[in-house]
């Protein structure tokens, strides 16, 4: 999947970026990039939401759509909800095999599906972190999203400052490249249902 440029690039576009040695210049700038970036997240799950709807067969009706979308939102937990979506993916490329669509058209689209999960779940991390980070000032380097204290996954048990200890610090820059990206998901989600329609509509 594609991430979108920045000047602090990391290997994937869902790993914790680099800290900053300066951060935001207001807590506001933050407090502002954590809305609209979660926001961006909920526009993806959405989407995800149809997805499971169209591999749940209820592509064809928004009567339909609509109750099959609030059963995936039913469940709490994320990791369960994309678990329901790969369950349903799985029995919808069943059908297509049985329905006699190319075995290579099949695996290529699970090998998208595949690396659609990953990207998804990857972004899902960032997304948590944004979600329960807590803005703070750091002395003599300026505002930043971070690890609640009482987090002690987030937090290295090493004496040193807070800043120094913790798993991750954004910016807001760092929140609206995670932003850019969740923005992606949400295009790529879209672009794998048309994957669908092409390779392993029911006339192919």
Known sequence: MPKKPGPKQTASPWEIRPKAPTGSPTDDEIYRAVGMALTSWEYAETALAALFARFARAEADSKVIEPAAQAYGSITNFNSRVGMVQIAAQAFFQLA????????????????????????????????????????????????????????????????????????????????????????????????????????????
């Open 97 to 204: 095999e049985d329905r006699g669509c190319p075995v290579d058209d099949i695996d290529d689209v699970s090998a998208s599906f595949r690396e659609l999960t990953r990207f998804t779940n990857g972004l899902a991390e960032r997304r948590n972190n944004i979600a329960h980070g807590v803005v703070s000032h750091v002395s003599g380097r300026g505002h930043y999203l971070m690890p609640p204290m009482y987090n002690s996954k987030k937090y290295k048990l090493v004496t040193a400052p807070q800043w120094e200890r913790c798993t991750f610090a954004f910016t807001a820059e760092d929140i609206r490249y995670y932003r850019a990206n969740f923005e992606e998901l949400y295009d790529e989600i879209f672009a794998f249902d048309e994957l669908l329609d092409w390779r392993l509509r029911p006339s192919h």
